[in-house]
């Protein structure tokens, strides 16, 4: 159950007006902007992009081609493409209010910024070179005439040049004057194709002239029907290529949905408009190809005269000039009044045209909106009460400009048509990704899609792309994959809800679902490690310490205890946490851990409560792990007694336990702070005791304030210098009381602090992990130093293994034994030796060491409290019952001073088992000081659960 801070509840309540008033003000200048409905909006602008000069200039050869029944499969075949397409794109716009950016908006607010992102900035560059494609369209036309007429300007290339630089900086002008004046334009465009399509079907029942039929059109008549209902494919054509030539008079179904952000309501106006022009659109394609196949013969000679006397077939192969198959004025051939027919073209090239120079801006404006590519945001701004991307009409136009004067636009015709497609691909895509999650979010008002018919159109949508060019597909796959890697690389501030993250959810939920059936085994087993690190921010070094192990291998949970009198004073804590900032946090650090908290009136209860309730399934965690309690002899010795009795909870619910202690302090508390350079840094507080074991342990308790001072011992280590045992992190001379540290020559990346907080951060130097592996736990011991020395940040430290022997005399033996075991369980190690005096007495000093250590915690007669308040308390029986174990621990501190000490970077060593009733935590703190302290490298104290975990077998 997730619980809301009283700091997240302000800053809701705070950001939430300020959204709302930045939505008021947007909905305010959209008020006072023109709004279009979904005929003038969507209907209008789809018919005049799905007419286009396919309609007139191509339609009568693909007739010819495939026949007209081919045909007609060729036309539905299209008209099935963006069906589907546009019932995915209305199920994606109705689940939501949708915004300016039309295709990019529906992707990107779908599948995530990746797609989105990608598909956004090709979208808007194939909408820009569409333009240069219809002005040369138009251009051409006009050249021809002019050429017809002998009246060329310079040249056939460089007219054209010139007429479409004219027709391009008109179009702009009408798009800056505003979307009113553009619509407007638009509708006369459409008045003139309709008066054209209306010329096209009265001429077709006007008798033939004999000139109209030396050309072909010989009027209706049913063998012409017969004749060219078949296919009679030519010149290396297939079905599969003719279809590729008409498939791109399909691709403006999206022009309604690329203005979204002007349409008063895009959620009904896209879905009914779009819908509507490709069944206008469609009936209109299947019966003018009906009619010119049905009154056109394929082959005709052209001549006047053959017309008259019905010769006009009389021709084989070059000899014959018109027809069906031979040129591709038929339509205008048909028509009432041929000039119409050319007016026609030209209204079809300009309203694509037009409609291509105001969607590439529109959808670039989003794109740029959302900040997914850098040094782009200039073109975002708008320009009067709709906001106007006026600065990306004029990029529009530049590149319009360009690809007009470098020419050559039919070679990259098939990449437009590519990205266009993928384009669809990726709104069926989407339509079946957001149904195949099954979030609860996805509820589009529009239900007449279905997520199988989805995938089907996206993979339609990809075939086509190959059968239309398949260089051109691989093309649009490589521009679509390097800007998706990018973005992904980058990673973009946004959240927008995908379908990505909804799928994240449900693997994630099938994915431990399914694991909780898998059986386990020795093989698989991994340390999935619990660490009770508090707020992970406040203790780096255990962090990454433990990270080292878990990364990318096993699961990693950082504890936070919240130790408070009463209930409401544990809520009143939680809610001052923030963890989206502790994942921020974790995040920055490359840390892949989960975080939990819990409340509790102690920390040991508490922790007892991370230990039973922490994981789901088979991701629980396994293995705990905990900072050394340095100050254990200045403390309260009732918070000694709970960190001892949390490592005796650890082993009753079957954990491995993991003691790590470093000679600094792990404890920095601190809050994180965004530097000028996003870098994570620290802002160390000052506070009384500078090591504390959790900053929760701060709650009231009682204590012995005498006894308190009476613990802080001094000795002497072997070097003979004076230290301080348990008491304060030693900071460098010229430590502050504020918690910062200066130093002699300035340089920051030496202060004690920052040497503490990274400690595990950076690779480590050259040196050795020594591993004391002197009982057997089940290999716990020999697995985790193993695992971190595979790890790049350990590479330079080479594994020693360290184990007790029997005799001297059999030291070969017990040599080549332990070599035999490592070797079975395929452990790496440089270095291997066998001890086989650890049995050995400690030295005279080591004990003297030790019982100056543990003076202050032995029982005496002159307690204020009964000695059984005070199970801390080191007993005589206590000490005689556990000298053997006591004497034990010195020797093996001797036997790490001679061998560890100076070399190696990280020792682990088993940790002593704390046994119930019979060792006090005093004793027990005793013998991990006497292990751990001193001039000692990092130390880790390691035990398993019995449980194996290594094996011999494959």
Not at 37 to 50: D, E, H, K, S
Not at 101 to 106: F, L
Not at 408 to 417: D, G, H, Q, R, V
């Amino acid at each position: 159950m997730m619980m809301t801070t009283s700091e997240d509840v302000e800053m809701s309540d705070v950001v939430q007006p300020l959204d709302q008033h930045k939505d008021s003000q947007e909905s305010h200048s959209q008020q006072t902007a023109v709004k279009f409905g979904w005929i003038q909006g969507v209907l209008v602008r789809c018919l005049l992009n799905i007419w286009g000069v396919m309609l007139f200039l191509r339609l009568s050869w693909v007739v010819g081609q495939a026949g007209i029944g081919f045909a007609t499969v060729i036309v539905l075949l299209s008209g099935v493409v963006t069906t589907i397409t546009t019932l995915s794109m209305s199920a994606i716009c109705t689940n939501g209010q949708v915004k300016g950016g039309g295709a990019y908006y529906m992707i990107s607010r779908s599948l995530g910024p990746e797609f989105g992102g990608a598909i956004g900035l090709v979208f808007s560059v194939a909408n820009a070179v569409a333009v240069a494609m219809y002005v040369v369209g138009f251009a051409e036309t006009v050249r021809d005439l002019l050429q017809d007429n002998d009246a060329l300007m310079i040249d056939q290339d460089n007219d054209v040049r010139l007429i479409g630089l004219i027709i391009v900086i008109f179009i702009l002008g009408i798009a800056l004057i505003g979307m009113e004046w553009e619509a407007r334009a638009q509708l006369i465009l459409l008045v003139v194709l309709l008066i054209a399509i209306v010329n096209f079907i009265v001429g077709s029942v006007i008798p033939a002239t004999d000139d109209k039929r030396g050309r072909g059109f010989v009027g209706y008549s049913g063998d012409v029907f017969v004749n060219n209902f078949g296919p009679s494919y030519r010149h290396g054509e297939d079905f599969f290529s003719v279809f590729a030539v008409f498939f791109p008079a399909a691709t403006g179904i999206l022009a309604g949905a690329n203005i979204s952000g002007d349409l008063a309501d895009a959620q009904k106006a896209i879905p009914k408009g779009t819908l509507l022009a490709i069944l206008i659109s469609s009936i209109t394609y299947i019966g003018m190809a009906w009619i010119v196949g049905s009154c056109v013969i394929r082959d005709a000679t052209g001549s006047q005269v053959d017309g008259f006397y019905g010769n006009m077939t009389n021709c084989t192969g070059a000899d014959c000039k018109a027809g069906l198959l031979n040129t591709f004025q038929n339509m205008g051939l048909v028509s009432g009044w041929w000039p119409l027919i050319t007016t026609g073209i030209f209204a079809a090239t300009l309203s694509s045209a037009l409609a291509s120079l105001v969607s590439a801006p529109k959808v670039f404006q989003a794109v740029c909106k959302d900040c997914i590519f850098p040094k782009i945001h200039v073109f975002a701004k708008g320009y009067g009460k709709a906001q106007e991307p006026r600065r990306a009409y004029v990029l529009t136009f530049v590149i319009a400009v360009g690809f007009i004067a470098i020419g050559e636009l039919n070679a990259i015709a098939p990449i437009i048509s590519n990205f266009f497609l993928m384009s669809y691909t990726l709104i069926n895509y989407a339509c079946f990704d957001a149904s195949l999650a099954k979030s609860p979010g996805f509820r589009p008002a529009f239900k007449f899609y279905n997520q199988w018919v989805s995938l089907f159109g996206s993979l339609l949508c990809l075939s086509i792309m190959f059968i239309i060019q398949w260089w051109a597909a691989l093309l649009t796959f490589v521009c679509i994959a390097a800007l998706y890697a990018y973005i992904h690389y980058v990673k973009p501030d946004v959240n927008w809800g995908s379908s990505t993250q909804a799928h994240s959810y449900k693997n994630a939920l099938m994915s431990a679902l399914k694991l909780v059936n898998v059986q386990e085994h020795v093989k698989n087993f991994r340390p999935q490690v619990l660490v009770l690190t508090g707020e992970p921010s406040d203790r780096p070094a255990l962090v990454d310490f433990v990270s080292d192990i878990t990364k990318d291998i096993s699961l990693m949970i950082c504890g936070h205890v919240i130790v408070g009198e009463d209930r409401w004073s544990q809520v009143q804590q939680l809610r001052k946490l923030k963890p989206s900032a502790v994942h921020s946090w974790l995040h920055k650090r490359k840390v892949r851990a989960f975080y939990k908290t819990i409340t509790s009136t102690n920390f040991r209860s508490g922790a007892q409560n991370l230990l039973e309730s922490s994981g789901l399934g088979k991701m629980k965690p396994n293995t705990m792990i905990m900072g050394f309690k340095n100050d254990w002899q200045i403390t309260d010795p009732a918070l000694v007694q709970q960190y001892f009795e949390i490592i005796h909870d650890s082993f009753d619910l079957n954990y491995g336990v993991g003691v790590l202690r470093i000679k600094e302090s792990f404890y920095h508390p601190g809050k994180l702070k965004e530097s000028r350079t996003n870098e994570s840094v620290f802002e160390i507080k000052p506070s009384e005791s500078e090591v504390q074991i959790q900053p929760d342990q701060q709650g009231e308790t009682e204590s012995l304030e005498d006894e308190k001072e009476s613990l802080v011992v001094k000795f002497k280590t072997g070097d003979e210098e004076d230290v301080t045992i348990g008491g304060a992190a030693n900071l460098q001379e010229g430590a502050e009381h504020d918690g910062k540290v200066s130093d002699d020559d300035g340089d920051d990346d030496d202060l004690p602090v920052t040497k503490q907080v990274s400690r595990f951060l950076h690779k480590q130097k050259t040196g050795t992990i020594d591993v004391w592996w002197l009982f057997d736990d089940g290999g716990l011991t020999l697995l985790l130093p193993y695992i971190l020395s595979t790890k790049s940040k350990w590479s330079k430290c080479e594994l020693r293994v360290f184990m007790a022997g029997s005799k001297k005399r059999e030291l070969d033996r017990d040599q080549k034994n332990m070599a035999t075991l490592l070797s079975k369980f395929r452990i790496d190690y440089s270095k291997m030796t066998v001890i086989p005096t650890v049995g050995k007495a400690p030295s005279r000093y080591s004990v003297s060491r030790f019982e100056e250590l543990i003076s202050p915690w032995l029982q005496n007669s002159d307690d204020p409290l009964p000695d059984c308040n005070k199970t801390w308390k080191i007993s005589e029986a206590e000490l005689t019952a556990n000298k053997e174990k006591t004497n034990r621990q010195l020797r093996i501190r001797e036997l790490l001073e001679e061998h560890s000490q100076h070399k190696a970077s990280l020792v682990v060593l088993t940790l002593p088992v704390p046994r119930k009733g019979s060792c006090s935590a005093g004793l027990y703190m005793a013998w991990l000081e006497t292990l751990t302290s001193g001039d000692m490298p990092p130390v880790l104290l390691l035990r398993g659960n019995q449980t194996s975990v290594l094996t011999y077998y494959s």
